[in-house]
């Protein structure tokens, strides 16, 4: 790609495809430049500093991820906060979701060990999935915001632990204390 052609939008799809695909572990200024094809000089020219170009780098992977999820909501909002759930559910199960869900948690790690930037990540990442959620919820729902907590509180747990081959523990777990997301 000429230098002429390289731009933020260009660079965003292929740096998002490396992280999904390698994690964000691995993401200093070299292994990033070379999946773009480019230069590290060139990225810190078009992104000013490693720190943004990872903050505008997870924004992107995050605008990604709710273009999936508005997707699978559909064009009729749930009329219940156990049908969001469920459909919220269904995509973040499903195997496409998978890269999304390990960068969510490699991100998760690093904001509990205490890594530069990442705590501010899974904040902005967190509000911004939470605003969202909140918009989701059945129009007659009392407390949307509540609803919106509550429910990212079972979709975190629920998803994680699917990943750790607990499936069954979470449904039962749900069944069992008689907590049901409607």
Known sequence: ????????ETLLPKLAAHVLNHGLGGASLRPLAKAADTSDRMLI?????????????????????STALDAAMGAERPTTRKECFDRILEQGSHPMMRPFMVLWWEIVAGSAR???????AADAMMTKQLAWLETQMPEDDPDPAGGARYLMTL????????????????????????????
């Open 45 to 65: 020219y078009h992104f000013g500093n490693k720190e943004q170009l990872v903050a505008d780098l997870l924004g992107h992977i995050a605008g990604i991820y």
């Open 114 to 120: 205490g890594i530069p930037g990442y705590r501010e």
């Open 1 to 8: 790609m000429s230098k002429a052609n390289l731009t933020r």
């Open 155 to 182: 979709l975190e747990g629920t998803l994680m632990l699917g990943v750790v081959g607990h499936a069954r523990t979470a449904s039962e777990g749900l069944l069992a204390s008689g907590v049901s997301p409607s």
